[in-house]
């Protein structure tokens, strides 16, 4: 379930009106939760590359990526594609590579692990006892977006290799309204809900706090987003 606008846009409400510190009117609402929403998941691809970067080795990296990936998956307008093909072997696609290859290999699917440059492969194939035990598949980048496959016997440049993509954005928030008695009221026909899987909520209100926090230059306000921000951070952690 994406998380509900509506209930985000009260909650902050009410956060910002504490004590009549200040409002925010469903324009700005809209803009901050739109930044919100981007900062999120921007933040679910950096994450991607830094679990995965200090992990260069492994096939699966456990519940750390598959988290990350769980979210990603679970936003509205986004898709994960682990069977994108990579043309001639060589070029990446458009699409967000996150950073996986996989080879059909003798009947199989098969993970390709990174390496730094071409010099590692000369030098396994350059030695008789390592290249009889030479059974992996490896890849390294040559260039933007161009990578080369290599086995034992050569490197492969067929249209078997495929990555791993993120496709699409998420879609735009919008907290839609009618008037009432010169009051913004709710018109869930106009809105369109977060992008961002449920769970995210008590992050997007703290973002958004804070923008209103600056928005409104109320330093209380600002505090009040950063500190549900360190608590919603602490109890991910636990």
Same mark, same amino acid.
């Given at each position: 379930? %994406?998380?509900?606008?509506?209930?985000?846009?009260?909650?902050?409400?009410? @956060?910002?009106?504490?004590?009549?510190?200040?409002?925010?009117?469903?324009? +700005?609402?809209?803009?901050?939760? $739109?930044?919100?929403?981007?900062?999120?998941?921007?933040?679910?691809?950096?994450?991607?590359?830094?679990?995965?970067?200090?992990?260069?080795?492994?096939?699966? @990296?456990?519940?750390?990526?598959?988290?990350?990936?769980?979210?990603?998956?679970?936003?509205?307008?986004?898709?994960?594609?682990?069977?994108? $093909?990579? %043309?001639?072997?060589?070029? #990446? %696609?458009?699409?967000?590579?996150?950073?996986?290859?996989?080879?059909?290999?003798?009947?199989?699917?098969?993970?390709?692990?990174?390496?730094?440059?071409?010099?590692?492969?000369?030098?396994?194939?350059?030695?008789? /006892?390592?290249?009889?035990?030479?059974? +992996? $598949?490896?890849?390294?980048?040559?260039?933007?977006?161009?990578?080369?496959? /290599?086995?034992?016997?050569?490197?492969?440049?067929?249209?078997?290799?495929?990555? +791993?993509? #993120?496709?699409?954005?998420?879609?735009?928030?919008? /907290?839609?309204?009618? $008037?009432?008695?010169?009051?913004?009221?709710?018109?869930?026909?106009?809105?369109?809900?977060?992008?961002?899987?449920?769970? !995210?909520?008590?992050?997007?209100?703290?973002?958004?706090?804070?923008?209103?926090? #600056?928005?409104? !230059?109320?330093?209380?306000?600002?505090?009040?987003?950063?500190?549900? +921000?360190?608590?919603?951070?602490?109890?991910?952690?636990?």
């Amino acid at each position: 379930m %994406p998380v509900n606008v509506d209930t985000v846009y009260q909650t902050v409400q009410a @956060l910002a009106n504490k004590e009549q510190r200040g409002y925010l009117t469903p324009q +700005e609402f809209n803009l901050f939760a $739109i930044q919100a929403q981007k900062d999120i998941f921007e933040q679910y691809l950096y994450d991607l590359d830094a679990v995965r970067a200090e992990n260069p080795q492994k096939r699966e @990296l456990g519940d750390s990526v598959q988290h990350i990936l769980f979210k990603i998956q679970n936003t509205t307008g986004v898709t994960v594609d682990q069977n994108t $093909i990579v %043309p001639n072997g060589t070029d #990446i %696609p458009t699409d967000r590579f996150t950073g996986k290859i996989f080879v059909k290999f003798q009947g199989k699917t098969r993970t390709v692990r990174k390496i730094e440059n071409i010099d590692q492969i000369h030098d396994i194939r350059g030695s008789r /006892w390592h290249r009889a035990g030479f059974d +992996e $598949i490896v890849y390294f980048e040559d260039g933007f977006g161009k990578i080369q496959v /290599w086995t034992g016997v050569g490197q492969l440049g067929s249209n078997s290799v495929t990555c +791993e993509t #993120i496709v699409g954005f998420p879609s735009i928030v919008n /907290w839609g309204y009618v $008037i009432v008695n010169e009051n913004p009221v709710y018109d869930p026909s106009t809105s369109t809900n977060f992008a961002l899987h449920e769970s !995210e909520q008590p992050d997007l209100v703290s973002k958004i706090l804070k923008l209103t926090g #600056i928005s409104i !230059e109320d330093q209380e306000v600002y505090q009040a987003g950063a500190t549900e +921000e360190a608590l919603n951070t602490q109890q991910q952690n636990k």
